[in-house]
């Protein structure tokens, strides 16, 4: 029988299939930080397919069950995570707290939302790695509030070296279900893009605030 897939081929696949990873290199997305990319990443989308939104909240969960047997609660990252680490929460039956970017204007002015307890072993999802500033910014928020961050698990990162760089500064251990590498060699053996394309993809990844197309 063939062998089964890895998690993050398997990952890749799906994340290319429903397009929730777009790859464009002929003609590229521009990020809000003003990068010219030729890849494009929304996985809120999988919040659309059941089997892969099942799918994947459970490798997650399992992961976690793997690596951090004692987590005791989950916390995702507003907004994009909040859908994914509420199924996580729910396959481990385990309480789930949002974070966002900056506490609120008005009302609580809560920044952490959810019950929590001070202490808590926990383990924050992410659905996206890319410079890891803002997941980094969510880390801080629980921390000043004692919450006992374990580690961060996220969808998928563009395995950037800076990200590498900061999660290390931070004393923050990050797991990811895929990656970009993963992910390119998915796309030029299912056929999303060209052979040709592949070095363009690759070349992005080493100097992406640099890059742009020829």
């Not at 997650?60 to 987590?71: D, F, L, R, V």
């Not at 008005?106 to 072993?121: F, L, S, T």
Request: with cysteine; glycine share 6%.
């Amino acid at each position: 029988m063939p062998k089964e897939p890895s998690t993050a081929k398997k990952v890749s696949e799906y994340l290319l299939q429903i397009k929730a990873i777009k790859l464009e290199p002929k003609n590229p997305f521009t990020w809000a930080s003003g990068w010219q990319s030729p890849i494009y990443c929304d996985n809120r989308i999988t919040l659309s397919f059941p089997e892969i939104r099942r799918f994947l909240g459970q490798a997650m969960a399992n992961e976690i069950k793997t690596n951090y047997p004692q987590t005791k609660a989950i916390a995702g990252v507003a907004t994009g995570a909040i859908g994914i680490g509420m199924l996580v929460a729910e396959a481990l039956d385990l309480p789930f707290m949002y974070v966002r970017p900056q506490p609120k204007k008005h009302g609580r002015q809560n920044q952490i939302e959810g019950q929590y307890d001070v202490g808590a072993p926990t383990v924050v999802v992410e659905d996206l790695i890319s410079t890891g500033k803002s997941s980094l910014q969510a880390i801080d928020a629980l921390r000043n509030a004692n919450i006992n961050v374990l580690g961060m698990l996220a969808l998928f990162s563009y395995e950037f070296d800076v990200a590498e760089a900061n999660m290390k500064d931070a004393a923050v251990e990050l797991t990811t279900l895929s990656g970009y590498n993963t992910l390119i060699e998915t796309a030029v053996a299912a056929g999303y893009i060209e052979p040709e394309q592949e070095e363009v993809l690759k070349q992005w990844r080493k100097a992406p605030a640099l890059w742009s197309p020829k």
